[in-house]
T-cell receptor, first 113, second 115 residues
């Protein structure tokens, strides 16, 4: 167990819908990173939050947004879903903005039908 | 650049033999290089990491070497066991504006240990 918790574990939804994925970082970690992993693909960086503030954006679509709350949990919002958005979505946490050990949650498998 | 190239994409070795996976990176400012193991349908699990001020690090059967000049780093697994079968990802830290960092991952190596 990495100490990073993601919910839900599985999500099936229809095209055009909106979903929210949740991530609770390890106790004491201030940074949360979101990654997308499509079938047989590597991990693509989406966005990074540190202590409630957005610090970096990667290849994140405009239909996607995220935030980190005062209790440090983070949510990734995906809207106007398309079939191609089906993927595993992981969050990872690390103590600071300087990368040390980044531990991943168990992921949310999103299936858009 | 932000590329991390990983080779080979698939690797099959006999149980007990050694496995080596290699990665190259393009950003000379990268200073943190973790390796992750991912079993099917599960989360990437950090197995070893190395910082740019160290040339080699070992943890039991796993070792990582770093050549900053050539910008490449490698994962070495000795005395391989069936449970080592998984996809392995290398990653390199990329510095962004305002002190932020992110990890850029290689495309992964599917390692199969044959009994």
């Amino acid at each position: 167990d990495s100490g990073v918790t993601q919910t839900p574990k599985h999500l099936i939804t229809a095209t055009g819908q909106r979903v929210t994925l949740r991530c609770s970082p390890r106790s004491g970690d201030l940074s949360v990173y979101w990654y997308q992993q499509s079938l047989d693909q590597g991990l693509q960086f989406l966005i990074h939050y540190y202590n409630g503030e957005e610090r970096a954006k990667g290849n994140i679509l405009e239909r996607f947004s995220a935030q980190q709350f005062p209790d440090l949990h983070s949510e990734l919002n995906l809207s106007s879903l398309e079939l191609g958005d089906s993927a595993l979505y992981f969050c990872a946490s690390s103590p600071q903005t300087e990368l040390t050990e980044a531990f991943f949650g168990q992921g949310t498998r999103l299936t858009v039908v | 650049g932000e590329n991390v190239e990983q080779h080979p994409s698939t690797l099959s070795v006999q149980e007990g033999d050694s496995a080596v996976i290699k990665c190259t990176y393009s950003d000379s400012a990268s200073n943190y290089f973790p390796w992750y193991k991912q079993e099917l349908g599960k989360r990437p699990q950090l197995i070893i990491d190395i910082r740019s001020n160290v040339g080699e690090k070992k943890d039991q059967r796993i070792a990582v070497t770093l050549n900053k000049t050539a910008k490449h780093f490698s994962l070495h697994i000795t005395e391989t066991q069936p449970e080592d079968s998984a996809v392995y990802f290398c990653a390199a830290s990329i510095k962004l504006i305002q002190g932020a960092q992110k990890l850029v991952f290689g495309q992964g190596t599917r390692l199969t240990i044959n009994p």
